[in-house]
């Protein structure tokens, strides 16, 4: 096996993969209608409950062809009642994209709006969720990608389920590197896309879920048409297969992926991430940058780094520069500081964040940026 140019993605997603991960893309073409193919799906979609500790006579994983988003416009068209409304725990710009599904859909929502920089407030939602009797789902990501902070969803869906709500997180930015027990976590539905915490190929995303709440919601309003949750989920049970054309050699490349998950462990992967953050928080003091973000709650996946005073500090230019020695940073995303990101996602460890800030310190001196 000839190996590939290896970049390290400081991205929040898509991750660095390992070349085992890229060349089981690399198969005899096959027609995902043959049973082989069904067969194939029918373990993954019990190795992704096996990543959540979600039990299989409850809950069920439904896989879309999509990007992440995908999973977001799924639960949220297909999961609010006729005449309920969906409640959006909202600290970043992960939650108002739900706000906007919600729009696009025009579905009655409250956006429940909260500082960017810091956990929501549980008792403003419980305050909310007393108000208004007619919320049947709350929804909040685990992780706000946007920021780093990592949000108390066991909490959250703690108090969706004591005022009789159903609980939907996206789990896109922590599924397969932070601990998930959906169970105990008080979790309905969680999803990700294949090439974050699992570190696969892009492509393929899903949704895990409670099988009664996917049942009951044959009867909601359809606002979708490919997008539907019942529909997919109904489609797997009766064929084994996906509705239409599945992302074939994705689907190949996570099923590796997962081979790869389990052998590293679940605790030992998080171990691994969380050094690689730790890594990445000292290089980051180390140079002098300011950080955003109370590490207390971050989510140790994520660091927010502002941009420094300097006025020859250009993103761009330092961007570039690491780019072409391997390494990619990623412009952040909160409309009122200027970030940028540095992330913990894929199959790298602490040398790689090493070699990154030499290279970064190589370009603060080559561009002249003087930092504190
Ligand atoms: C990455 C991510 C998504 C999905 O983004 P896509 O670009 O559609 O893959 C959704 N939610 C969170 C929290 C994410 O980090």
Redesign the pocket.
């Known amino acids: 096996m000839e190996p590939i140019k290896r970049n390290v993605l400081l991205n ?2 898509p991750a660095t993969t390992t070349d085992t991960v890229k060349y089981a893309q690399v198969v005899p073409d096959i027609c995902p209608r043959e049973k082989a193919f069904a067969g194939l799906m029918k373990g993954l979609r019990e190795d992704l409950l096996k990543v959540v500790h979600a039990p299989s006579d409850t809950y069920t994983s439904v896989l879309f062809c999509g ?6 416009d799924v639960c949220i068209n297909s999961l609010v009642p006729e005449g309920k409304k969906i409640l959006v725990v909202n600290n970043g710009a ?1 939650n108002s ?1 739900a706000v906007e599904v919600c729009q696009m859909y025009h579905l009655p929502y409250i956006d429940v709006k909260s500082s960017v920089f810091e956990r929501p407030d549980l008792a403003v939602i419980e305050k909310t969720l007393q108000e208004n009797p007619d919320v049947a789902v709350v929804y909040c ?1 685990h ?3 946007g920021t780093g902070v990592l949000n108390p969803i066991r909490e959250i869906g703690a108090l969706a389920h004591k005022h009789g709500a159903i609980f939907i997180s ?1 789990t ?2 922590t599924l397969g590197m932070i601990p998930l027990d959906v169970v105990k976590d008080n979790v309905d539905f969680c999803m990700a ?1 294949a ?2 915490g699992l570190m696969a190929m ?1 492509g393929l ?1 899903f949704v895990i879920g409670r099988k009664d709440i996917i049942e009951k919601s044959k009867d909601y309003p359809t606002r979708s048409y490919y997008c539907n949750l019942y529909l997919q989920y109904s489609f797997f049970e009766k064929t084994g297969e996906m509705h239409f054309t599945p992302p074939v050699q994705t689907i190949y490349a996570t099923i590796q992926a997962l081979k790869e998950y389990f052998a590293e462990g679940e605790t030992a992967k998080f171990a691994r991430h969380r050094r690689v953050y730790e890594a990445i928080r000292k290089g980051v003091a180390e140079l002098g940058f300011d950080t955003v973000i109370d590490p207390a709650i971050e989510s140790g996946l994520v660091v927010s780094v502002k941009y420094p005073e300097d006025p020859n500090w250009d993103f761009e230019k330092v961007h570039d520069y690491c780019y072409e020695r391997g390494f990619t940073i990623y412009p952040g995303k909160i409309s009122t500081t200027n970030t940028f990101r540095l992330c913990a996602l894929g199959a790298i460890d602490v040398g790689d964040i090493e070699d990154f800030f030499k290279v970064l310190d190589d370009a603060l001196k080559k561009f002249g940026i003087e930092l504190k």
């Open positions: 929040p997603g990007s992440g988003t995908i999973n977001i992960y994209r990501c992780h706000e990608t996206d896109t930015s896309s090439q974050k892009s995303s």
